[in-house]
């Protein structure tokens, strides 16, 4: 079985969850952007929520950033689909590059959600309810 704190992905992941230790490298882009040089962050925004951004500072050593975000920090996003970007931007005059974008689930945490189902799931079965004649309120 893989351990999350000491087996670090490349490249961004697609689901994680909230209250974890989030953990995970990217390798290829010291090449053009030269750690000396250049820092890597991202900005993560919710679907649905325009106004909250979290940001993520990448560190580095050799060739490879690495992006760490702690277990409370991350107990503090929300369940749900999160939209990111990646920049580089480089120390000497703090120009900006978006090298990656993408999306992200970031699933509730089990031991502290009230229901830790989807948003998705708790609608399928108020429908599945409804059309058994069980609906509630």
Known sequence: MSNPLTDIS???PSQLVAGDTWTWTRSDLAADYPVADWGLS???RREGDATTVK?????AAGDV???A??????????????HW?????RTSDG???RVAYGTLVVMANGATAADPRSHSAK?????????????SK
């Open 10 to 12: 490349e490249g961004e």
């Open 42 to 44: 991202y900005a993560l």
């Open 55 to 59: 940001s993520i500072t990448a560190t």
């Open 65 to 67: 950033y690495t992006a």
């Open 69 to 82: 975000v702690t277990h409370t920090t991350s107990a503090a996003y929300a369940a749900g689909t999160w």
């Open 85 to 89: 970007d990646a920049f580089m931007t």
């Open 95 to 97: 120009a900006r590059v």
């Open 123 to 135: 609608v399928l079965a108020a429908i599945e309810a409804l059309i058994e004649g069980r609906s």
